[in-house]
C-alpha cells in the first residue's frame, strides 16, 4: 500500500474516527484502525465492537491495499505534523510495518493483519429515512444530559428513540431519563420513519453522533432494525449495536394536572441558582424555592458552612408553595432552554414538577423535587 493525501484530509477523518477506539485494549486489534487504499480514496474505519465509525478521504493512490496501525498513535503524530504538509503512508514488503513521511519527518509503526480486524456485519435494516443534521442535532442534545449513569439500569443508558401520534400527528421523539429526571423533545416525523421499532441508542454512540452532526447543512440518512443503527453523515457513516431492553413507560410519570404556573427569566434563575448552590455541600446540592404571589426565594442551607438565600421576581399568582430541587439538575435543564423565560409547572412538594420554554411545545422536562 502506498497513498499520498494532505495533511489536514487525514487528520479530520482520523480524528471522527479514533475516538472510539478505547485507550486500554484487552485485544489489540480494536487499538488499530483499517486503513484501505482503493481506487481515488483512503477508508478508515475503527471499532469497539459495539460502535463503527468509517469515513472515506480523498487521496492518491499509487498503490492499492489495506493494513491497520495503533489509531491513537497515528493521529498523535499526524496531529503534530505541520500544517499544509503532504503526508505518505506506505507499507513493507511483509506487511508488518507501515512508515509515516511528512517532510523529514519519519515513523515506522508496527502492524497487524487487516484479515484480523472484526466486522460488525450490519445485517438488513428494516426502516430507513432522512432529517438535517440540524434537526437530529436538536433530538439528542436536548436530552442527552438526563441520560443515566448506573450500569445496574442498563436499559436507561441510552436515549430512547421511537414514533408517536401526538397532537393529530406522527412525531419522532427522543426520550432519556435517569429516575430523578427526564428529557423529551420531539419533531415531526420523517417520511420512512412509519412502524419504526422503538429502539435505544447507547451513551457512547449518542456522544459520537453529536460530535459528528455540527455541520447544520448536512442531511443525515439513518437506517435501523431491532439490533443495529446506522447514521451516514456526508462521509462519515458510523453503525451501532442497540441497547437491547425495554425502556420504561416515561409518559405515566409526565404530570397533566399541575395547575400552578411559574414563569420566571431563564438567564437570571439559573445565575441566581448557580450563586446559592456555591454554599451548598457537594453531595446534597438541594435548594429550596419559596414561591409566592409574584416572587421566588431561593435558599440553601449547608449545616457545615452556612447558608445563602436570593429573592427574584417571577410571574406566580397561585397559593404560595415550598420546594426543594438539586441546583445541578436545575443548572442542567436550564442550559437546555433556548427561550428568554422558563416555565415550571407545578403540583406540590412532592410531586414532579415540569419544565419547558416558554412558547415552545416540543421540548418538555420533568424534575423530581428533594425534600429541604
Do not use: W
Not at 449495536?241 to 411559574?262: A, E
Amino acid at each position: 500500500m502506498r497513498v499520498i493525501l494532505e495533511r489536514s484530509t487525514l487528520l479530520k477523518s482520523l480524528n471522527h474516527v479514533h475516538r472510539v477506539v478505547e485507550r486500554r485494549n484487552t485485544i489489540p486489534i480494536l487499538s488499530n484502525v483499517l486503513l484501505s487504499a482503493d481506487g481515488a480514496s483512503l477508508q478508515m474505519k475503527a471499532t469497539d465492537l459495539d460502535l463503527e465509525v468509517t469515513e472515506a478521504a480523498g487521496a492518491t493512490i499509487e498503490q492499492a491495499g489495506a493494513t491497520t496501525v495503533p489509531a491513537h498513535l497515528l493521529y498523535d503524530i499526524v496531529r503534530k505534523l505541520p500544517d499544509g504538509a503532504e503526508v505518505m503512508l506506505k507499507t513493507d514488503e511483509d506487511g508488518n510495518a507501515m512508515s509515516v513521511v511528512a517532510g523529514r519527518s519519519s515513523f515506522r509503526l508496527q502492524c497487524l493483519p487487516q484479515s484480523d480486524f472484526p466486522e460488525l456485519s450490519a445485517g438488513n435494516f428494516s426502516h430507513i429515512f432522512r432529517l438535517d443534521s440540524e434537526a437530529l442535532k436538536g433530538l439528542i442534545e436536548k436530552t442527552q444530559f438526563a441520560i443515566s449513569t448506573e450500569e445496574t439500569r442498563y436499559y436507561l443508558n441510552g436515549i430512547f428513540l421511537h414514533t408517536i401520534e401526538a397532537d393529530g400527528g406522527l412525531k419522532l421523539r427522543s426520550v432519556a431519563t435517569d429516575g430523578h429526571r427526564l428529557a423529551r423533545a420531539e419533531m415531526e416525523a420523517p417520511a420512512g420513519s412509519e412502524g419504526m421499532p422503538g429502539i435505544i441508542i447507547p451513551r457512547k454512540t449518542v456522544g459520537e453522533l453529536q460530535k459528528l452532526v455540527d455541520d447544520p447543512d448536512v442531511a443525515v440518512t439513518v437506517e435501523l432494525s431491532d439490533t443495529k443503527i446506522r447514521f451516514t453523515i456526508g462521509s462519515v457513516i458510523l453503525t451501532s449495536k442497540l441497547i437491547d431492553g425495554t425502556f420504561p413507560d416515561y409518559q405515566r410519570v409526565i404530570p397533566t394536572g399541575n395547575d400552578k404556573k411559574l414563569v420566571i427569566d431563564r438567564q437570571t434563575f439559573a445565575s441566581a441558582v448557580d450563586r446559592v448552590s456555591t454554599i451548598s455541600s457537594e453531595r446534597g446540592r438541594a435548594v429550596k424555592l419559596t414561591i409566592a404571589e409574584g416572587q421566588v426565594t431561593l435558599t440553601v442551607n449547608n449545616p457545615d458552612s452556612g447558608s445563602a438565600t436570593e429573592e427574584l421576581a417571577a410571574d406566580y399568582e397561585s397559593d404560595p408553595i415550598e420546594i426543594g430541587f438539586n441546583a445541578r439538575y436545575l443548572l442542567d435543564v436550564a442550559a437546555q432552554l433556548s427561550g428568554s423565560e422558563a416555565r415550571f409547572l407545578l403540583a406540590d412538594a412532592g410531586s414532579p414538577t415540569l419544565v419547558q420554554d416558554e412558547g415552545d411545545e416540543s421540548t418538555l422536562y420533568v424534575l423530581m423535587p428533594m425534600r429541604v
